[in-house]
Nanobody
């Protein structure tokens, strides 16, 4: 299984970016597809996830939207109203059998992408 993330870049505060992550090797129709982010010196943190519904970290709720296209085995993260504190490397992750109470834990996911860097300038 491979996850290929793309869409990161440099954007001004208030701007938007759309990340995409394509999974290859198998389908995850019934699995959880999610996004995490990490900045230097900090632990990887949950951003959003999607199985039968959307889950968001409080810090991005109302600004970010996660969606998935099962036919393309792809998960997206539409980010709007970006803030400098959103600057991070964003990782996509997928996993099977993840229950809602563990969806925000990175250890619950089986596969990870390589990360795509997002920089928001003030």
């Amino acid at each position: 299984v491979q996850l290929q993330a793309s869409g990161g870049g440099l954007v001004q505060a208030g701007g938007s970016l759309r990340l995409a992550c394509v999974a290859s090797g198998r389908t995850f129709r019934d699995g959880v597809m999610g996004w995490f982010r990490q900045t230097p010196g900090k632990e990887r943190e949950f951003v959003a996830a999607f199985r039968w519904r959307e889950y968001y970290a409080d810090s991005v709720k109302g600004r970010f939207t996660i969606s998935r296209d099962n036919a393309k085995n792809t998960v997206y993260l539409q980010m709007t109203g970006l803030k400098p504190e959103d600057t991070a490397v964003y990782y996509c992750a997928v996993g099977d059998g993840i229950i809602p109470s563990t969806m925000r834990r990175g250890t619950a996911y089986d596969y990870w992408g390589q990360g795509t860097e997002v920089t928001v300038s003030s």
